[in-house]
């Protein structure tokens, strides 16, 4: 069964930083895409960033490419976000997902497990 725990965010200042931990269990995950989205009050769930296990190749969203960067860590089953001049309009609740392939897919229709997500608040 995969299990994705989400940990790492809290309250920062406009300008700030914080990094996301994704922490995978349940299988190997060589041959899965890991994503990160994230849902504002509001509104719809949107995606920011994805990672090919293997390899290593990224993609992420126009909105955030420039402050936030994907990357995993094999030895732990981890994949990270690390999200640097936060603005208050990246608050919301983070949650990562997986999908078997290696399409660095954009939509959550298209992931199969999710985590719980964890909330990031940017104050200004």
């Known amino acids: 069964q995969v299990q994705l725990i989400e940990s790492g965010g809290g309250l920062v200042q406009a300008g700030g930083s914080l990094r996301l931990s994704c922490a995978a269990s349940?299988?190997?995950?060589?041959?899965?895409?890991i994503g990160w989205f994230r849902q504002a009050p509001g509104k719809e769930r949107e995606f920011v960033a994805a990672?090919?296990?293997?390899?290593?190749?990224?993609y992420g969203a126009d909105s955030v490419k420039d402050r936030f960067t994907i990357s995993r860590d094999n030895a732990k089953n981890t994949v990270y976000l690390q999200m640097n001049s936060l603005k208050p309009e990246d608050t919301a609740v983070y949650y990562c997902?997986?999908?078997?392939?290696?399409?660095?897919?954009?939509?959550?229709?298209?992931?199969?497990?999710w985590g719980q997500g964890t909330q990031v608040t940017v104050s200004s």
């Open positions: 990672i090919r296990w293997s390899g290593g190749s990224t």
């Open positions: 997902a997986a999908r078997p392939g290696a399409s660095l897919a954009v939509h959550t229709y298209q992931y199969d497990y």
């Open positions: 349940g299988r190997t995950f060589s041959n899965y895409v």
